[in-house]
């Protein structure tokens, strides 16, 4: 009977102990559902977080392990602790490895702006931060770097399999229209419709010309010069990058351009849409080094 009641009474006590809580400088309670360790993150220092914000209904409003970004959280000076009113006070009693949650009242979460529809001012709003790092500024200029190689990797990858849809379409509308065009390896399609004598650009060249562009998918005009242009050529689009040092001056040719080397996913409004591809119809009359 004695050993069931101790049995009893460290299951009670196992269970009241798993229920840690903290308290910020401005009184917000924050539960700590793993502990960390080592000392709070110090004024000046940043947190490296993970965060899901959830509203009572349990409904997800962001998580960012789904968006693959790492929040970048400093803590705030000391003499700011008077006017720390939200979540941001929470930030200062976490340490390394903790996963902790903090909930807080619409009204104050949202208090400087309109509260949405969905929510009542007494609704708790619940954040649930895990954190990876406590590190100083230099820390921070290293995360950054490589958050920005990661996501220039993705935009490659997504780039190159975007070029693979854009290629095999502008084959395909080439050989429906019976057009023989030449093929670069980067993708572009052209026709030289006259060739020039003279040299030719570099990117690095000011060019002078003229332009037709219409969509591919539905050959609507969308742009034409009604005088000649000159530009950089190092500020227009890829594809023009590529072509125009192939064409000596005073050459004419038509560019069949894949999206990516185009305006990509953004496209260009009003008149080019998400992932376009284009034809332009250019005249290179004549370019400066």
């Not at 299951?11 to 917000?28: D, Y």
């Not at 921070?140 to 996501?151: A, F, I, K, S, Y």
């Not at 993705?154 to 095999?168: H, M, N, P, S, Y």
């Amino acid at each position: 009977m004695k050993i069931q009641l101790l049995s009893i009474v460290l299951v009670i006590f196992v269970l009241t102990s798993c229920k840690k809580e903290r308290e910020a400088p401005n009184g917000l309670k924050v539960r700590v559902l793993k502990e960390g360790t080592g000392n709070y993150a110090k004024p000046g220092e940043f947190l490296i977080t993970s965060m899901i914000v959830k509203d009572p209904k349990d409904s997800i409003w962001r998580d960012t392990h789904e968006q693959n970004l790492p929040m970048i959280i400093p803590v705030g000076d000391e003499s700011a602790i008077p006017n720390e009113k939200g979540v941001e006070s929470a930030f200062r009693v976490m340490k390394l490895g903790d996963s902790v949650a903090v909930d807080i009242d619409a009204k104050t979460l949202f208090r400087d702006q309109p509260l949405p529809p969905q929510l009542k001012a007494e609704d708790k709003m619940t954040f649930v931060f895990a954190v990876k790092d406590i590190t100083d500024e230099a820390g921070v200029n290293r995360v950054q770097m490589e958050l920005q190689q990661r996501q220039m990797q993705e935009a490659r990858k997504q780039q190159e399999g975007q070029l693979g849809i854009d290629t095999v379409a502008i084959d395909s509308w080439l050989a429906a229209k019976k057009i023989n065009a030449i093929k670069d390896k980067s993708g572009m399609r052209y026709v030289v419709t006259r060739m020039g004598k003279g040299p030719r650009p570099t990117v690095a060249s000011t060019i002078t010309f003229t332009y037709k562009g219409t969509l591919m998918a539905d050959g609507s005009l969308f742009d034409e010069s009604s005088t000649p242009v000159v530009y950089p050529l190092s500020q227009l689009i890829t594809g023009w990058q590529i072509c125009f040092p192939m064409l000596p001056k005073g050459s004419a040719a038509t560019l069949y351009v894949p999206s990516s080397l185009g305006y990509g996913p953004n496209g260009y409004q009003p008149g080019i849409p998400p992932n376009a591809n284009l034809i332009f119809e250019v005249e290179l009359i004549d370019f400066t080094n």
